[in-house]
């Protein structure tokens, strides 16, 4: 009888024991999914209030000022460790891990009865969701504030309309030294431009070289990185990106001497809170330009010429047009994204998509990317920023 009693004594012991056990783990699990939501929760709080900010230009002007190389560097650091462009392979491993949730979710109610799956499907989607606002808070910071900031304008122009003579000075001023700097290019047997400097470290010391005038320059700036999928690039019209997600510069490997400095510096500029195309064209002509190295300076010329030149063409007659400095032949030939054996190489590559298809995926999504920021493809508007700049130095 005294061994039976001990027994359901012990059996009762043991109970109570896996009995509080189960209540901590159960305890245990409530606590982790109250913390997760929590930080869910403070997150997306962040995130609103950050994007409701933006809306304010003073907030982010300051922020890109004084902030966003706080928050950028340390993470064009990291990425700059890798020999490779991060954004480029991000991208396919973020559909990746899209299209995996969207297989759990479909499968989700046929298989929600095995434990196993049930907890693997709630910690893959919780991560899911962590991640796609990890990704929105990144746009935020490294887009959405930036695109919000005040236009940039030099001298108080901002709303001076300018006379055609004074486009007529400008031009031929590109026009005369993209003349004279041609002359001074090393060039092989074809006559193409070639050069033997490190044309990424060159771009950074230009950019640093405007630092004084534009106190944004100032601080660390990533090797420019080579696109692997380069000539899906080509196809797509692009010669350079910026990536937001990886805070990198790259640019398309089949892009010509004279091009690369301008591409490079232009793309660097972005990472330095430029994010308007005319802005960060304009950054990327007064640095090569304003360089001592004439193959970047050449680069800055050329980078404009094709804006100004037409913006003049359009406000005179053909006799005033001719009257005025020729842009030499040489020039013309220089002022292609591609030199002509690049060009021809690609246009005789076989290729497993349509030139026509990759062009028009690249216009859908940048026409939605800028629509998103309400922003402008606004790269000719350089223009109207070089006549504010040199008003009162050339005219």
Known sequence: MEVEVKEKIDYAAEKNERDSKNIKVKNGKKKRIKKYWIFTIIYAFVIIALNLLAK???????YTDHIFHVVSEPYCRLTGLFPFSVGEFLIPLAMLILMAAVVVLILLPFLRKKSGFRRFANRYLKSVLTFVMTVVMIMTLNCNILYSTSKLEFNGHGDKKYTVDEIEVLRNYVVENCNEL????????????????DVSSDVKTALHGIAGEFPRFNGYYPNAKPVFGSYFMYQAGIIGVYFPFSMEANYNTYTSVTY???????ELAHLKGYI????ANFMSYLACTKSDNDMLRYSGYLSVLGYINNDYYECVNDERYRNQPAISQTVA???????SETWKFLTEKKSVIKDEVMESVNETITDTYLDLYEAEPNYSEVTLLMLQYYDGILY
């Open 56 to 62: 304010i230009k003073s907030f982010s002007d300051f």
């Open 182 to 197: 041609s002359l001074t290019m090393e060039r092989d047997e074809n006559g193409s431009v070639i050069y033997g400097g």
């Open 260 to 266: 690369a400095p301008n591409v490079i510096a232009h």
């Open 276 to 279: 308007y195309e005319d802005e």
């Open 333 to 339: 030939s220089d002022n292609y994204s591609y030199d």
